[in-house]
């Protein structure tokens, strides 16, 4: 069975500082990595994808994929408290399969 | 941007009724759509996929009975929890797979805002 594993947190930063999300998953066939951020009583938004190992930066959010070690994270720089949220990492297999598994989240709160 | 929409967003009925949940892709076409529910403190759970013109997919543990999907057109899906009960209180997402554009995001899906189901 696939599995994708966050600490749930809550994960608690100053206002201005780097938040660190990670995740691990089981598939080592997985292809697909994504990060969708979901606030309290909303449905998940899709913050960013990553395919290749290696890190991608979308203005304050880098994700980083280290297939080796069956690892993703979310740096998220200049952490505001608008960013205070769950974070949910979905991993997605490879061979034509579109069927993301999702972790189960990690709270993040950032205090000013 | 793909927007995907559902209806209602909140929605109490009594125990023993049918409530039907609809999931619209505004801009696109989408040939496929996904149904979640989440427990609060949980994470998503996939309950079924839904492919345009043919029948749903369902999870394992997913009652097909219970929770009717309709996928009649490319725009739009529908859930009904039958006879529903207090422990099918929870909140309904759904998502839609957008083909369009970057190839490398052909398969991002996007998620409706949800359905609050709550059951007496």
């Known amino acids: 069975q696939k599995e994708v594993e966050q600490n749930s947190g809550p994960l608690s930063v100053p206002e201005g500082a780097i938040a660190s999300l990670n995740c691990t998953y089981s598939?080592?066939?997985?292809?697909?990595f994504f990060w969708y951020r979901q606030y309290s009583g909303k449905s998940p938004e899709l913050i960013m994808f990553?395919?290749?190992?290696g890190d991608k930066e979308d203005g304050r959010f880098t994700a980083q994929l280290n297939k080796a070690s069956q690892y993703v994270s979310l740096l998220i720089r200049d952490s505001q408290p608008s960013d205070s949220a769950t974070y949910l990492c979905a991993v997605r297999g490879g061979g034509g399969s579109y069927i993301p598994t999702f972790g189960r989240g990690t709270s993040l709160i950032v205090h000013p | 941007g793909a927007v995907v929409s559902q209806h209602p967003s909140r929605v109490i009925c009594k125990s023993g009724t049918s409530v039907k949940i609809e999931c619209r892709s505004l801009?696109?076409?989408?040939?496929?759509m996904f149904w979640y529910r989440q427990f609060p403190k949980q994470s998503l759970m996939l309950m079924a996929t839904s492919n345009e013109g043919s029948k749903a997919t369902y999870e394992q543990g997913v009652e097909k009975d219970k929770f009717l999907i309709n996928h009649a057109s490319l725009t739009l899906s529908t859930l009904t929890v039958t006879s529903a009960h207090p422990e099918d209180s929870s909140f309904y997402i759904c998502?839609?797979?957008?083909?369009?554009?970057?190839?490398?995001?052909?398969?991002?899906?996007?998620f409706g805002p949800g359905t609050r189901l709550t059951v007496t």
């Open positions: 598939d080592r066939g997985s292809q697909s």
């Open positions: 801009d696109f076409q989408a040939t496929t």
């Open positions: 990553i395919y290749s190992n």
């Open positions: 998502s839609a797979r957008d083909h369009r554009g970057d190839p490398d995001a052909s398969y991002e899906q996007y």
